[in-house]
């Protein structure tokens, strides 16, 4: 009787690091922390500009508190956790935390946010319908990353969205910009693409851990931060030739590509 060997995942490939600027779009405060933070870390220790953008303040996160009491918490939890990585500038837009809708009034304002900050790249969460396995998907990280990717492509479309661009008919003050060549989701399960953390895992870490409150409302009382990302860490690191890394799945925003 013959036996087969369970089939390897394929090599990731290396990202492309040739940018200047990023901008980082998630849902809530931690999205960040739990899949990306050790590559933001190795960017901006090459000089790269990184910038937060926080649709929710995450104020629904936390059962004992009430909405009024988290948003300020989880908010100087986030900036907090930023700077550790490196990152001075975060944004929150407010939106309401766990009923976040995809459609174009989210397009429209995430479209915003990349038309000021015009980036190279842009950074979303995973927005597949799961983490790889039986574990859903929260809906505002589906609701979020859909947007994302469509925003980015507004933001190039002066007819998209007018009324933010400079001109006799509008209000707005900015410029279209169609600048962004892709966009990554960190933590999808059909990533393909890597980038090596070994040396900014332990900044990583110490990212994750600024967001206490946030771990501790959630009941984890022994959740050990370093433990829960090394894992991930060194199996995406296997699989791109490293001791650990951090794995996104790529979407060119360019056509034909």
């Known amino acids: 009787m013959s036996s087969s060997r369970p089939e390897q995942p394929a090599p990731f490939e290396h990202l492309d690091e040739t940018w200047q600027r990023m901008l980082c779009v998630v849902a809530h405060p931690d999205d960040l922390e739990f899949g990306a933070a050790a590559a933001v870390a190795r960017w901006t220790g090459q000089g790269k500009e990184v910038a937060y953008c ?118 707005g003050a900015l410029e279209p910009w169609g600048g962004v060549r892709e966009v990554w989701a960190f933590g999808s399960p059909q990533a393909t693409h890597a980038v090596d953390t070994t040396e900014t895992f332990r900044a990583g870490v110490a990212s994750l851990e600024a967001h206490r409150a946030y771990i501790d409302g959630l009941g984890w009382k022994d959740f050990d931060a370093a433990e829960f990302l090394e894992g991930g860490a060194r199996a995406a690191g296997q699989r ?14 360019g056509w034909g590509e």
Do not use: C, K, Y
């Not at 791109?240 to 925003?253: D, H, K, W």
């Open 54 to 171: 926080m649709v929710t303040s995450g104020e629904a996160g936390i059962d004992a508190l009430h909405p009024d009491e988290a948003r300020p918490l989880r908010e100087r939890e986030q900036i907090d956790s930023a700077h550790v990585v490196g990152v001075d500038v975060v944004e929150f837009l407010g939106l309401p935390d766990g009923v976040l809708e995809e459609g174009v009034a989210l397009r429209r304002v995430i479209a915003e946010v990349v038309r000021r900050h015009r980036p190279d790249v842009v950074l979303t969460g995973n927005f597949r319908e799961t983490w790889g396995g039986r574990n859903l998907n929260q809906a505002d990280h589906i609701a979020v990353g859909r947007a994302v990717v469509d925003a980015v492509r507004d933001a190039g479309n002066r007819w998209v969205f007018p009324e933010q661009l400079t001109g006799a008919r509008s209000v």
């Open 240 to 253: 791109l030739g490293t001791a650990m890394a951090a794995p996104f799945e790529v979407f060119p925003m």
